[in-house]
Structure formats: structure tokens, C-alpha cells
């Protein structure tokens, strides 16, 4: 009988390793999943390609996707409430065509196109906002109007046409660098550790995450709801402003075209980093490290000569991939 226990016993030893390890080896695919997918699609990028792998290359990723990156880290608080947002890339257009105007030699001082860019950004945003939370539109098709009517405002004020000479100062926010940090980086940085701090440090970060898990229970619990939807929606429109003045001043030019399919860059980045589209999951590191994912898949296939179609049809099985993994996480719930 002693001997049939302890057979008994050690046969589950092993059981109780195993599933101990498989327990360790699932959390940390969930809280380093996606990092070590960057990590690895940067080994391969660095294997089919001896140019990747360079410091010079590596700034550049991180420059070409700090505007995409601005605009996602903007998207993922609107995400997290269950909402979206269609009209980024339309408002860097409408931002770009305004700033522009603002920012010739001689004219303003360069707070001033500064100004116009973050105040154009805030109004949009704050439109958005209150047609969504007073006027309960649904968010897809409130920003999807906002989206039509910003490209044609940036149109219609340009005449179609680029707007160019822009000032010296102006262009340093795009073209230059601090300690030989590109300045689109430098802000891209400090973007998401405020955003960062608003999430996780401040109320308004508790409500937003609350409004996401459960809206309802939310408004039970005394979170107005309305002005958190407003500040939220006011937010990513500031910031969508501010990626629209680093994109005018780095490509020196305001263009009425700008910012095409921007906002979908904006919400794969969001959703491959893991902000759900259920509501109430979402970090700005993952959103960042999704930013960089995309920007390390263009760049390698760029390097690699891939046809520009393919790499829409990669960018679109990934989206798809990220959505539905993030489906079955809450059917499991």
C-alpha cells in the first residue's frame, strides 16, 4: 500500500512541474509576447539583410514611425473606452495646410504655428468628443464624417495645392536634432511617458480604463462619463496636431494629401501592441512597441526590395492576426 502512494506521489511531481512551468512560460508570453516578437522580427530582419542591423537605420525607424506612434499613443485612451477614431490621418492634412500658412520666413514667430497646429488638433478633437458623448453618435460614425470633412477643409484651403517656404525654426521641429537625437524622437518620447503618467498615475486614467471595462457601473459609481469621452476624444486630437507640425516641417511643405491611411496605422499599432478593441485593456508601451513593429516590418521591406503591395497585404494579415487573437482572449472571459 506505502508503495503504491509514493509511486502516486512521484508521478505527480513531474504533473505539477510541468504545469507550474507551463504557468511561468504563459505569463510571461502575456506580459513580453509582444516585445519578443519585435525582438525577433528584428533578428530576421537583420539576417535577410546586412543593412538593417545599423545604428543610422535604427534611427531612422524610430523617426519615420514617431509620427505614427504620436498619433496611436493619442488613439489607444479612445480604444480602451471602446471607441475609434477615423480621422487622424484627415486632421495631419487639414493641420498640415493650416500650419503651413503660419509658418513662411518673416512672418510669425514660431510659437505661432505651433499654436494653430495644437489648436486646430484640440478643436477637431473636441468635435469628435462632444457629437460622440452629447450627441451620442456612434464614435465610427462621427469620426468617419470628421474625416471626410477635414480632407475637404484642407482642400478647400489650399486649393489642392502644396503650400511651401516654410521658416528655418519651423523645419528644425522636423528636420533637426538635440545631441544628435532627431527632434521627432525627442517628442515622440516625451509624448508617451505623459500619456504614460495620464493613464496610470492620474483619475481621469482610472475612469478612462473603468469607462472601458464596463460603462455602466462606471456611471454607477459617479464617473461622468461624458466629460471623460470629451477629454479623451480632446486628447488624441491634440496630439493628432502635433503629429501633423512634425510631419509639415519635416517634409517642408504643407500638403492637402497628407496623412493617407494614417489613422489605420494608428489603431494596427494600438491593437498589435494589445489595446483591445472590447474596451477597458490597453498600455502605452504596447502601443509603442506596436508603433515599432510596423516601422521594423516597412523598413526590412523596404531594404529587401518587396513590392509596396505585398507589404499592404502583410500589414493587413498582421491587423487581422492581432484582431482575432484579441477575440479569443475574450471569448475565454
Excluded at 481621469?204 to 459609481?221: F, R
Excluded at 477575440?327 to 475565454?332: E, I, M
Aim: hydrophobic share 55%.
Amino acid at each position: 500500500m506505502s508503495l503504491k502512494m509514493e509511486n502516486v506521489k512521484t508521478n505527480e511531481i513531474p504533473q505539477e512541474k510541468n504545469k507550474q512551468f507551463k504557468d511561468i512560460s504563459m505569463n510571461i508570453l502575456k506580459k513580453y509576447g509582444i516585445l519578443i516578437i519585435l525582438f525577433l522580427l528584428i533578428a530576421l530582419m537583420s539576417v535577410l539583410t546586412p543593412y538593417f542591423l545599423t545604428f543610422p537605420n535604427m534611427i531612422n525607424i524610430v523617426r519615420q514611425m514617431s509620427i505614427i506612434g504620436i498619433i496611436a499613443i493619442g488613439v489607444t485612451p479612445i480604444i480602451i473606452t471602446k471607441g475609434i477614431d477615423l480621422s487622424s490621418g484627415s486632421l495631419i492634412a487639414l493641420v498640415s495646410v493650416v500650419v503651413a500658412g503660419f509658418a513662411h520666413p518673416g512672418d510669425y514667430p514660431i510659437l505661432v504655428p505651433i499654436a494653430m497646429a495644437l489648436g486646430v488638433g484640440l478643436l477637431v478633437g473636441l468635435i469628435n468628443g462632444t457629437l460622440i458623448a452629447k450627441g451620442l453618435l456612434a464614435p465610427f460614425i462621427a469620426t468617419l464624417g470628421m474625416m471626410t470633412a477635414a480632407r475637404g477643409a484642407a482642400m478647400l484651403i489650399s486649393d489642392g495645392r502644396p503650400i511651401g517656404n516654410l521658416s528655418d525654426p519651423f523645419k528644425f521641429i522636423g528636420q533637426g536634432a538635440i545631441l544628435g537625437v532627431p527632434v521627432p524622437i525627442i517628442i515622440f518620447a516625451l509624448v508617451g511617458i505623459v500619456t504614460w503618467v495620464l493613464l496610470n498615475k492620474t483619475k481621469i486614467g482610472k475612469y478612462i480604463y473603468a469607462i472601458g471595462g464596463n460603462e455602466q457601473a462606471a456611471v454607477t459609481a459617479g464617473i461622468n462619463v461624458k466629460k471623460v469621452l470629451i477629454m479623451v476624444y480632446a486628447y488624441a486630437g491634440l496630439l493628432g496636431g502635433l503629429a501633423g507640425m512634425i510631419l509639415t516641417s519635416r517634409i517642408a511643405s504643407g500638403q492637402p494629401q497628407a496623412g493617407l491611411m494614417f489613422e489605420l496605422d494608428a489603431i494596427a499599432a494600438a491593437v498589435i501592441g494589445g489595446t483591445s478593441l472590447f474596451g477597458g485593456i490597453g498600455t502605452v508601451g504596447g502601443t509603442i512597441i506596436g508603433a515599432l513593429i510596423i516601422g521594423v516590418m516597412n523598413n526590412g521591406l523596404d531594404l529587401l526590395s518587396v513590392n509596396s503591395y505585398w507589404q499592404q497585404i502583410v500589414k493587413g494579415a498582421i491587423i487581422v492576426a492581432a484582431v482575432y487573437i484579441d477575440t479569443r482572449k475574450n471569448r475565454k472571459k
